[in-house]
């Protein structure tokens, strides 16, 4: 992929962030119970990557091939993070040496399939020594023969001192 397309689908998901980050967060928008069904392969993939975090060793070639296709690439804030299954194990394998905890909430505040991609809103909440953080992101997967062909997403850190959390958000 060229330059141009990587800056459209940036520019694409951070559009669609912050039409999301805009909207106010009600009681009745919030995502349904942890225990609600999640059918779309990013979601049953986030509960997978939330259980292999806390497990090591899982963070795997085979188990992430399960979900990705072998070209499959991440793109944060319009950057190119990942590409390719190897860089995926790698990246994270390493995020999860450094201890602490991670976590994608799932089910996503909001998540909707169309034209081949699911797009989200949801939270991601960690600890790292004793430091409890949150952010919003927002984004989307297109999908290539069942699997995730990439992923795009735009985060934004909540700050406690600026306003209140997410309800989702861990708070210590």
Known sequence: MGVRVFRTLGLRAAASALLLFAAPVHAETQAPPASAPSSDVLSRMFVWWDEAFKTPGAYTRDNFA?????DATLILEGKLV?????EWVSHFQAIQSRGGEVEIVVPFKEVFE??????????????REGKAACSLAAGHATLRDGKIASIVLVRSPLDPAKGPLDPQCWTQ
């Open 66 to 70: 399960r979900f990705f296709t072998e």
């Open 82 to 86: 990942i590409d390719g299954i190897d």
């Open 114 to 127: 169309a034209d081949g991609k699911i797009y989200t809103y949801h939270v991601i909440r960690s600890r």
